[in-house]
T-cell receptor, first 117, second 116 residues
């Protein structure tokens, strides 16, 4: 089994529908992240969580919400999907940085491709 | 605010050519970390390297090498004798190092196409 598992891997939905993307990990990492990838725009951070009680907005959080249900689970919700949320979504995890500064290496899931019609 | 620029959107080479992928970063921190990730056509993101701002030594790993130049705020990635399997999108990323609560900022990526 993969260290970071995303479900669903592919989803097609309609404008206005509520969508949840789920992420679970077996790495034992405290930190979890949701990124969005669009062609030509790279990866942009949506939300991140440094531990179960911590939730932070990233660069592009509007239109999204998250829930950290447990150390191993971090879900991303689109309350009312719109076509410009069509993208490839990645969940990632990491340990705190060694030495206490900077960011540590991210382990990514395989991605969830979402299409909003 | 931190920023990463990968000016090369797409590079095409023929197998066995050497190729350099450019990465220029901006940060106000004196301590920071730079990363490269590879995304092959299968879509997964694979970690390649993490380098801190105090270590300016170039790094070599097989056919891969990285040139870190603080003076030009660059962290370029060179593939020697490229192979078809090197075809992928490559992302450079930066995290500021003033605390242990930083996140990664990614560049827009460079798509490398290696043809036989």
């Amino acid at each position: 089994d993969a260290d970071v598992t995303q479900t669903p891997r592919n989803r097609i939905t309609k404008t206005g529908k509520r969508i949840m993307l789920e992420c679970s990990q077996t790495k034992g990492h405290d930190r979890m992240y949701w990124y969005r990838q669009d062609p030509g725009l790279g990866l942009r951070l949506i939300y991140y969580s440094f531990d179960v009680k911590d939730i932070n907005k990233g660069e592009i959080s509007d239109g999204y919400s998250v829930s950290r249900q447990a150390q191993a689970k971090f879900s991303l919700s689109l309350e009312s999907a719109i076509p410009n949320q069509t993208a490839l979504y990645f969940c990632a995890t990491s340990d705190p940085p060694q030495g206490g500064s900077g960011a540590n290496v991210l382990t990514f899931g395989a991605g969830s491709r979402l299409t909003v019609l | 605010a931190q920023k990463v620029t990968q000016a090369q959107t797409e590079i095409s080479v023929v197998e066995k050519e050497d190729v350099t992928l450019d990465c220029v970063y901006e940060t106000r921190d004196t301590t920071y970390y730079l990363f490269w990730y590879k995304q092959p056509p299968s879509g997964e993101l694979v970690f390649l390297i993490r380098r801190n701002s105090f270590d300016e030594q170039n790094e070599i790993s097989g056919r891969y090498s990285w040139n870190f130049q603080k003076s030009t705020s660059s962290f370029n990635f060179t593939i020697t004798a490229s192979q078809v399997v090197d075809s992928a999108v490559y992302f450079c990323a930066l995290s500021e190092g003033s605390s242990g609560y930083s996140t990664l900022t990614f560049g827009k990526g460079t798509m490398l196409l290696v043809s036989p």
